[in-house]
């Protein structure tokens, strides 16, 4: 089974594109879940998840955990053996789990799969193609949930760049083998994480500090 965990801090106005997308899936209904995990939202998304409460498992959390904490939280809570991160302002093409899955299953050699993703503006127009090995992103990849475990999780320590940091580890002891097919949508907008240059410069820091890089 394939657990595809979402997380959502604030994003009220995507989360729906996200989840439609999720459950949209090719692939077989009783082979995947769907986890949403709503990290102390202060907008509308605790409302809006009401409408999906019988499609996906949904948990709202009391305080804010940040982006990794709220990652692991889902880890912990997933069934399926598989896993994938979906951002909640971001979206799949319907095909994704079914791909990866099988990749995964038929090559006991790979410990991930990752994808191309398409840059899209905030209406979905596509912009970019990009190759996800010249330009890696935390989502849209498919880990062996024991093997996360095995390297510890996301560093709860790391508010951004905690995808560099997990891929670091990861990459010590594990593969990530790429699919050239643009299956995830990457939303570009002006709330982008990584266009806060101060948060950024800042842990890019923590990152070198942790791995003497």
């Known amino acids: ?19 439609r997308s999720a459950l949209d899936q090719s692939l077989a209904s009783n082979q995947f879940e769907v986890i949403v995990v709503n990290d102390a939202s202060t907008d509308e998304t605790a409302s809006i998840l009401e409408n999906y409460i ?16 709220a ?14 991160f979906l951002d909640a302002d971001d979206y799949l093409h319907k095909e994704t789990l079914r791909v990866q899955k099988l990749f995964l299953e038929e090559n006991n050699s790979l410990d991930a799969v990752s994808v191309d993703y398409y840059l899209v503006d905030e209406r979905g127009k596509h912009i970019e193609h990009v190759r996800a090995t010249d330009k890696p992103i ?29 891929r670091i580890r990861w990459n010590e002891k594990y593969n990530i ?34 791995h003497g890089k």
């Open 138 to 166: 935390a989502c849209g990849i498919m880990f062996r949930k024991d093997f996360l475990y095995n390297i510890g999780l996301y560093d709860e320590g790391f508010r951004a760049r905690e995808e560099e940091d997990l």
């Open 1 to 19: 089974m394939v657990s595809l965990i979402i997380t959502t801090f604030n994003y009220a106005q995507y989360v729906e594109r996200a989840i």
């Open 177 to 210: 083998y790429n699919v050239i097919l643009p299956l995830y949508r990457y939303r570009m907008h002006d709330n982008n994480l990584t266009k806060n240059a101060g948060e950024m410069d800042k842990h890019l820091e923590m990152l070198q500090n942790k």
């Open 54 to 69: 019988n499609d996906v498992r949904i948990y709202n959390l009391e305080s804010n955990l940040g982006l990794s904490g």
């Open 71 to 84: 990652r692991n939280f889902g880890i912990k809570k997933a069934k399926g053996q598989f896993i994938v």
